[in-house]
């Protein structure tokens, strides 16, 4: 499976652009913490880029995301992939056991949060984001209140890392494609 064939099954499957932005910002992330531990930033960002396609054709938590496996396999995705994404939520009862699995937890929730934390900015871009802005938001459970922040610190002390580090990190896997993510200042300039 390459990453033309998963972006063609996000296509046939997402048609909220926001959704859409969320899965590749979650790739970006995947893959660049592929690259960090030497891994292959391709399998593990078709996990980030697939984690969350049938969303819209499965939107409850009895449904998403194992009703789509089925569809994956259909597709010839990698049984690694499927089971990943399995993974990724807490009610399928899959185990996160490798890296990858644990990497995908990590970053799912915060790379929704980043994305508010810089659309609330003035500049509306990532490039002036720092980890410092998003901690600043973090304490604020109004703001971006769908993001399970208790959830965010679990998985990231499951994969071992310091959370500031984790959110920089991020943040900086996010910039390459942030004019596809509506992260690159031009709404700003909407305004």
């Known amino acids: 499976m390459d990453r033309e064939s998963a972006?063609?099954?996000?296509?046939?499957?997402?048609?909220?652009?926001?959704?859409?932005?969320?899965m590749l910002a979650v790739e970006a992330a995947m893959r660049a913490y592929a690259v960090k531990h030497g891994e292959d930033p391709e399998a593990?960002?078709?996990?980030?880029l697939l984690h969350d396609f049938d969303w819209e054709i499965h939107p409850t938590l009895e449904q998403h995301p194992q009703a789509g496996a089925p569809i994956l396999r259909e597709r010839g995705v990698p049984e690694a992939t499927i089971r990943c994404i399995q993974s990724h939520a807490d009610h399928t009862g899959?185990?996160?056991?490798?890296?990858?699995?644990?990497?995908?937890?990590?970053?799912?929730e915060?790379?929704?949060?980043?994305?508010?934390?810089?659309?609330?900015?003035?500049?509306?871009?990532?490039?002036?984001?720092?980890?410092?802005?998003?901690?600043?938001?973090?304490?604020?459970?109004?703001?971006?209140?769908?993001?399970d922040r208790s959830e965010i610190e679990h998985n990231v002390s499951v994969l071992g890392v310091d959370l500031a580090e984790?959110?920089?990190?991020?943040?900086e896997a996010m910039r390459p494609i942030a004019e596809r993510l509506g992260l690159d200042g031009s709404l700003a300039k909407l305004h």
């Open 44 to 48: 593990w960002g078709l996990a980030g």
């Open 7 to 22: 972006y063609a099954i996000v296509t046939e499957f997402v048609k909220n652009d926001g959704l859409v932005r969320h």
């Open 94 to 108: 899959v185990p996160r056991e490798t890296l990858m699995e644990k990497t995908l937890a990590a970053v799912d």
């Open 166 to 171: 984790h959110i920089t990190f991020t943040i």
């Open 110 to 147: 915060l790379t929704g949060l980043i994305t508010a934390c810089a659309l609330v900015r003035p500049s509306k871009s990532l490039s002036d984001l720092t980890a410092k802005s998003v901690k600043g938001k973090w304490k604020d459970k109004a703001f971006a209140a769908g993001v």
